[in-house]
């Protein structure tokens, strides 16, 4: 009985429907937004238009017009930019403080600290920096960075102790094997699981930290375009144009949830 030739072309869109998701279609979706908002808006965002306030949905403005008579939509799209550049930066930062406090906090001191830290909300923090350096992009970072590392080191912390005490480990050092590639190449890479779920959570969480920061006045300057300053400029006028409330809603629920949501698949 002969068996049934593979077809390469069906086999390779099977093995890549496993991979595509609401949640990756979405983010796929916002990357080309970021990418084309790099050389490309509608409109300016920098100059208000007294003739086109509120306007509702055409074929000139696909998502209306806001209080001051910007495009709808070239402030999604610029706000897309701004808060993808946050995004990336504070993940990366928040990985590199969690992994380096996850390691140190084999010594005492920095495990105190670590667990004092924890406990202080990320709008004490950046209510601190804001007191002192004035409301900005960079208060958003810092103190996001800031609060996330110290979870991000506490959950880390019992996974690296549990490795280090494998028989793996004890044998590599046995061996003669120095303690810094026995963490790259057999620690770290054994946290890349626990890391992926982690950092997606932070990602999302820190779209929603700027979106709220911002509308307490502790983000984003007026005037930098950010889905926060989007939602913060048009709230008082849910009533009246909620559309302009809306879009940015929508920007920020979706990819947080999407965030969220590629990280619990991780998990599952």
Known sequence: MCASKWNPIEGGILA???????????LAFI??????????????TDVADGYNILKERSSS?????????KDMFSLILAGCKTTVFICTITTLLTAFLGILLAFSCHFS????VVDIFIAVPTIIVAMVLAASLGGSLFCVVASCSFSYSMV?????????????GSDLVKSLRAL????????????????????????????ATVILAEAGLTYLGYGAPLGVPTWGEALRSSSELIRVA?????????????????LISLGKKKTS
């Open 16 to 26: 890549f429907r496993k991979y595509i998701s609401p949640e990756i279609i979405w």
């Open 31 to 44: 990357f080309i937004m970021f990418v084309v908002s790099l050389f490309w808006t509608p409109y300016s």
């Open 109 to 112: 001191a920095v495990r105190i």
């Open 152 to 164: 991000l080191a506490r959950i880390l912390h019992p996974e690296i102790t549990r490795f280090e």
């Open 61 to 69: 403005h696909i998502m209306g017009t806001s209080a001051s008579g």
């Open 242 to 258: 909620p559309a302009s409330v809306i879009w940015p809603g929508i920007f920020i629920t979706l990819t947080s949830f999407s």
């Open 176 to 203: 003669g094997c120095s303690k810094l590639r026995v963490v790259v190449n057999h620690i770290l890479p054994n946290l890349l699981g626990v890391l992926f779920v982690q950092l997606t959570t932070v990602a």
